[in-house]
């Protein structure tokens, strides 16, 4: 039945839901399960917190898809509901921990020499304080460009602000790592030249 | 912005995977029974009710002291006050 559900196209997906069916409900949840739960992770930085999150945004999904009416794309729609889920445990919480779990494990190659593991090490260090410490808006834009690949317009619909607004906050976090990492990218470049 | 600069926020910034147990957290929060949780609402009701029961009481008795007031016997409210009551041909009002 599952399977039969999943083949559905997203809008008759979408329809079914709102007519209460409980395995369309599923089906759904597994197609922007990975998406809801990335955004939540990578703008709270904690795997519990970004469960916590995916769980209301999926509980105010359900209970509110009668009310989607398709004026816009329903991964706008989605997206949407994260953001404010992310601001609204932002508010609650305010416990919000560094941005990357295991970064550590990924930086690390077998190959790598003692003093370019130091570098990354470095590197991220910095780009995790960087952007721990960047307002939810600017956080959330990044998290938005990186993490799901979205275009600016996309990120403007979805935070309700202009394409230009977008462009200026991700501007000026790049601008902010790039003065924070000048250092370690020139001592990176020397190195391997 | 540099390109490595780029690399590193793809790399720290993709996606992942939800965990196995997300759906079972949401299933258990949707199919929660609706409680009511009356505490706040019991610890003022009587609070509330005893406030506007004190000042209604106060109310009612300072209303009971108030006498109402008689006109004083020493003012004298004839026509005397040619002020008043004369004409303009110097006749008195009646």
Redesign the interface.
Known sequence: MLTAVLEETGEELIESCRRGDPEAF?AL?EMY??????VA??YSGD?TLA?DI??ET??KL?STIGSFRGDSRFESWLYRLVVNSCFDHKRRTHRLMP??DG?RS?LRTPSASALDEMLRNE??VQ??SVIASLPPDQRMV??LR???GLSYDEIAEIMGCSAGTVGSRLNRV?KL??TR?ARL?GT?GTHHA | MPDYLERELERHLAPVRAPETLWKKIDQKRHAPVTWNPGRRLIFSPALALIVLTVAAGAAWRARDITPVAPSASVKTTDSCPMCHATSSGQRIP
């Open positions: 599923r949840f399960k990975d998406r809801v739960y990335s992770l990578r795997a469960q995916a769980q999926f509980v359900f941005l990357f970064l990924v590197t991220s780009l995790k990044i998290v990186y993490t799901q790049h790592l790039e990492l990218a990176k």
